[in-house]
């Protein structure tokens, strides 16, 4: 029983820790990764001056959502030089021998377009879903950020039109407030 308890605590503990260590809960962790296009991307300084919109998903079951989302930001944000957006599978809970296979596989199946967008990350799984307000292991969650990785909007969920609607209010508004040019 004393073992279960302390291994119990433990986990808490691992997990409160990761928790500060990605700031307040409306700021995302400092994380880097590579695009599918093949591009280190470091987060929150790809946004620098701009705002970034993440679509991150949890779970092989939201990636239809996070695909959904990402062709609409595709269309409108592409080659923006205001918004910069990015795809996020999080791979964090994949054996780690596996994780290359699941890339490859994610490579071949995105189009060549929304590569450079397309970045997965495989650290810091629990201080991403406490940021996201994870509930929903199949829900892609939507996050609106400044330079500094602060969470200014965010939604989960289909790609719906009104929730697209919706962002697209949220990111016009945003920067026209930050002066992201």
Known sequence: MFNCRLAFLLIA?????????SGAQGTIFHSQGRTLAGNVVTLPDAVKGKVGVLVVGFS????????????RLLVVYG???VVVYFEVPMLAGAPKLLRGMI??????????????HFL????????????????????AYVLV?????KV??????????????ALRQNVTRLSA???AH
């Open 152 to 165: 200014l909007w965010q939604t989960e969920g289909d790609a719906t039109d009104a929730a697209y609607r």
């Open 79 to 81: 080659q923006s030089s």
């Open 103 to 116: 890339v490859k596989k994610m490579a071949s199946s995105v189009s060549v377009a929304e590569r450079p």
């Open 120 to 139: 997965p990350l495989t650290e810091n799984e629990a201080a991403w879903r406490a940021v996201a307000h994870y509930a929903r292991p199949d829900d």
């Open 177 to 179: 407030q930050s002066g």
């Open 13 to 21: 503990l691992a997990l409160a820790i990761s928790c500060v260590q």
């Open 60 to 71: 092989h079951a939201s990636q239809g959502q996070v695909e959904a989302w990402g062709r």
């Open 145 to 149: 950020i400044d330079g500094d990785g």
